[in-house]
């Protein structure tokens, strides 16, 4: 009976290894350089958590009119309409946990690489992965204030209210004007927060764009105030920004892939 020779396994039975997004290693080595490294959020980063982003497909603003749902204006006039919205939006993301993107994040302050994360996002979850300096540039959802009396509680109690209470009432006074500590359309960005990260910017020298559109200002301008002070840009998107061209490296992928890469390349 002839012996048979033992066949070596066809390359479509290894599993292909994956390949790395172009400009990755020229990213890391920009970043692990870096000695004020800054980064800008934007939804798209918490989208991965399973937060809806606002523009992009099945984003907020693709079905409801943000006039109407999120501006101030809108908001005093009818504040039961506001809640009825953030009633589903706001339970999401209480719930949300940090994706690896977040997490990445936080190491990458952690090692010295980024001083700072400046955000569009109200959701929290840059504390909650362990970032250390992070400049919401938009307030935070986790708080609600009453425009009455000044009264403050965590939103989480004010969302368990919201079965039983619409709109829900200020445990002090019992004014039905609660309103999250975020910036709604229409109202002024808070002064601190908007000049800390402009100063940030200006004496950054890589400035790391992840996961925002660069469509909604001033924040878009806390990127091109980097790049004029001599940083070199790095954009993460999904989509292509209308800032790319002034970038050194653009990646377009999901933050939760790309940047926990990004960490594993500066500390290879």
Request: charged residues 20%; aromatic residues 4%; hydrophobic residues 40%.
């Amino acid at each position: 009976m002839p012996l048979l020779t033992p066949t070596r396994p066809s390359a479509s039975s290894t599993p292909p290894k994956k390949s790395l997004p172009d400009g990755i290693d020229r990213a890391a080595e920009l970043l692990a350089a870096a000695h004020h490294g800054l980064a800008l959020t934007g939804a798209g980063v918490s989208a991965e958590s399973g937060i809806p982003t606002f523009r992009g497909e099945g984003g907020l603003w693709t079905k409801y009119d943000p006039v109407k749902v999120s501006s101030i204006d809108s908001f005093l006039a009818d504040p039961a309409a506001y809640w009825t919205v953030a009633k589903q939006r706001g339970s999401v993301a209480l719930k949300a946990k940090p994706n690896p993107g977040h997490l990445a994040l936080a190491a990458l302050e952690s090692a010295g690489h980024i001083v700072a994360v400046v955000t569009q996002n109200t959701d929290g979850l840059h504390r909650d992965a362990g970032s250390r300096h992070v400049v919401e540039l938009h307030g935070s959802g986790r708080t609600v204030e009453c425009l009455s009396c000044g009264r403050r509680e965590p939103r989480s109690e004010v969302q368990a209210r919201l079965d039983v209470e619409m709109p829900p009432r200020c445990l002090s006074c019992g004014g039905t004007v609660l309103k999250p500590t975020v910036v709604l359309f229409g109202e002024p960005m808070p002064q601190a927060a908007t000049e800390e990260a402009f100063a940030l910017a200006s004496r950054s020298d890589v400035m790391l764009v992840v996961g925002t559109s660069l469509v909604v200002f001033p924040a878009a301008d806390v990127p091109l105030v980097a790049v004029r002070s001599g940083a070199r840009m790095i954009v993460v998107n999904a989509e292509p920004t209308p800032f790319d061209r002034l970038a050194e490296v653009v990646i377009h992928g999901r933050s939760g892939e790309v940047l926990p890469e990004l960490v594993r390349l500066i500390d290879e």
